[in-house]
């Protein structure tokens, strides 16, 4: 026999009852003669009406513990819920441990109480917020005009309700006391706002009351009675005024900039007097001023710019009658600053084709005058980027000067005296020996300036021009000179010896008498004379600054025109050949005395 054993049994009474009835029930089987499969198979129903009498028993067991432990849990969460919104946490211990340790029916028991008094509290809390966010909309209605209160905490509080914690609470109040100073702050700020519309009004020299009446009428403050509005639209209104006031500055005052630069031009040009400025003093202070600072009441209203604009025009009507002169004058400065930059003014501009533009109306005297001025600004500019070069033509020069005046004090050494220890003798010698080691730099200079010369030509794409000549052609033609000149003086040197040589023949055999040469020897010097104590002093000065007035010596060009006289007489002498034999002691030496002092008289000048 299968014995059949409950796993749901809960006492040993119920398992002998059970286990009885089963050998009852089997006694019957064996006294009725059932066969062991009916009885197995009898058996197995058995079981199976108890196992589903158990299952259905168990399920609505079960079904009974679900719904008691849902309604715990739905209360538990509104609980929870509540204590969350009140902020009141604290209390969710105490629940959480008897949730562990009690059953559900007493639970269940417990939360209702403590629910009860958590709805309770949630009204109260209700019941304040609503008071406050009361007050906080009757001010932001203040503010904002009573528009709809785009508060997002007023907002918030509409929308959901879940949180009505202390914390929350306390933000509320510190929202209102947050409008109540906001409120404060409007009225200090609108009060600015009103006194830079003043300000600005009285710059420009409109009327105050009305710009500020056409924001709002409280503005005014005629009326004492009714409060100052500190809405948002009021605020807009001023900025937008304020914003509109000071573009209207800017215009005014760049306008009144304009008029201020014309007539400042047009006083220099007609050399007005001061008292005639005096009057236009407080429109020209603005120059030097910047917009917040113009704060002088009046002075860019319309009147005052109608003034100086009146004044411009009168200045300028008075100008087309001297246009003539102002135009020769400024011709006058621009001849003067190419004069001692050596740059050769524009031709199209000169006094005479001035005068006859102007006396034939073919040309306005005022285009003639811009002409002119920007041709001013033209010569500044590109004597600037010449200043390099202009320095060391200067230096070549000195170079040129000191080689000159080597060569007249090597031509005074033929005086006896030079040796002489008078006042002033070792000044001569400390000069020459610096001025050898200057003129042994020229040639260095002379390629250096030409380099540098080519090297602006090629940056600029244009000719380096010096008084209207290139100044390249200028150095390379007085280098071919130079060159010129040493072979002349080398060939001098050279018939110097034959001749020497020839007279001392002719002396051997003839006897010697005196020199013609002697004589010579003390004439009057190039531009220097002997003092009586053995130094040189200079008869003129031998050159002038740049921008002098004698241009034999200050452009380079006139040291060709120096040379042509000397190097035709040295060629004449060169290309003819000498039969010493055939002439004369006094013939060979008057040959050679005229040679000699051509050389040393005729000396370039750079």
Not at 206 to 216: E, I, M, N, P, R
Not at 550 to 579: D, W
Request: net charge neutral; hydrophobic share 35%; aromatic share 4%.
């Amino acid at each position: 026999m299968l014995a059949f054993e409950s796993p749901l049994a809960t006492s040993a009474h119920a398992s002998t009852s059970c286990n009885v009835l089963l050998r009852e029930l089997q006694q019957i089987w064996s006294d009725i003669g059932e066969s062991e499969a009916d009885k197995d198979r009898m058996l197995l129903e058995l079981e199976r009406e108890c196992l589903e009498v158990y299952r259905r028993k168990v399920e609505e067991a079960a079904n009974a513990k679900a719904r008691l432990h849902q309604s715990v849990a739905a209360r538990e969460a509104e609980v929870a819920t509540l204590m969350a919104a009140l902020g009141e946490l604290n209390l969710h211990s105490p629940i959480q441990k008897e949730k562990k340790m009690a059953p559900l029916k007493e639970k269940l028991a417990s939360i209702s109480p403590l629910l009860e008094d958590l709805r309770t509290k949630k009204e109260e809390r209700r019941k304040q917020f609503a008071d406050i966010k009361n007050q906080i909309e009757k001010i932001s209605g203040e503010i904002s005009g009573y528009n709809y209160p785009n508060d997002t905490m007023i907002s918030c509080l509409t929308l959901e309700d879940q949180d009505l914690s202390l914390r929350r609470l306390t933000e509320f109040h510190t929202r209102l006391q947050t409008l109540q100073k906001e409120k404060s702050d409007r009225l200090h700020k609108v009060l600015e706002y009103v006194n830079e519309v003043h300000l600005l009004c009285g710059v420009l020299g409109l009327d105050f009351a009305q710009t500020v009446s056409d924001v709002h009428p409280s503005l005014q403050r005629a009326n004492q009675e009714q409060s100052t509005n500190i809405s948002n639209g009021t605020f807009e209104g001023l900025e937008q005024t304020i914003n509109k006031l000071k573009t209207e500055r800017r215009i005014r005052m760049q306008k009144l900039k304009d008029i201020a630069g014309q007539l400042f031009e047009l006083w220099n040009l007609m050399d007005s007097p001061q008292a005639e400025k005096n009057v236009f003093s407080r429109a020209t202070s603005i120059l030097r001023l910047s917009e917040p600072e113009v704060t002088e009441p009046g002075v860019l209203s319309t009147e005052m710019i109608e003034q100086a604009s009146a004044e411009v025009e009168r200045l300028t009507k008075l100008k087309a009658g001297r246009m003539k002169e102002l135009v020769l004058k400024r011709r006058s400065e621009l001849e003067d600053i190419c004069r001692m930059t050596h740059i050769k003014p524009d031709a199209s501009t000169s006094v005479e084709k001035s005068n006859a533009l102007i006396d034939s109306g073919l040309v306005d005297p005022s285009e003639l005058l811009a002409n002119i001025e920007a041709q001013i600004t033209k010569v500044k500019d590109e004597a600037l980027s010449r200043k390099d070069i202009m320095d060391r033509i200067d230096r070549w020069l000195l170079a040129c000067e000191e080689e000159n005046w080597l060569e007249d004090y090597n031509q005074v050494s033929i005086d006896e005296n030079r040796y002489n220890a008078g006042r002033g003798a070792h000044i001569n010698l400390k000069r020459a020996e610096k001025a050898r080691i200057t003129v042994t730099k020229i040639p260095a200079i002379v390629d250096n300036l030409i380099n540098r010369t080519l090297a602006w030509e090629e940056e600029k794409r244009a000719l380096f021009l010096y008084d209207g000549e290139r100044l390249v052609s200028i150095l390379e033609d007085y280098k071919l000179t130079r060159k010129q000149r040493e072979e002349e003086k080398k060939r001098c040197r050279d018939q110097k010896k034959i001749q020497d040589l020839l007279l001392t023949e002719r002396e051997a055999i003839y006897g010697s008498k005196p020199s013609p040469r002697k004589s010579n020897s003390f004439r009057k010097t190039n531009g220097y004379r002997a003092n009586g104590n053995g130094s040189m002093t200079p008869s003129t000065p031998r050159r002038n600054s740049v921008g002098g007035a004698t241009p034999e010596l200050l452009t380079p060009r006139s040291y060709l025109g120096r040379q042509n006289g000397y190097f035709k007489e040295m060629r004449r002498l060169s290309t003819a050949p000498i039969n010493f034999v055939a002439i004369s002691k006094e013939d060979t030496v008057s040959t050679y005395t005229s040679v000699c002092d051509s050389e040393l008289g005729s000396p370039p000048h750079s």
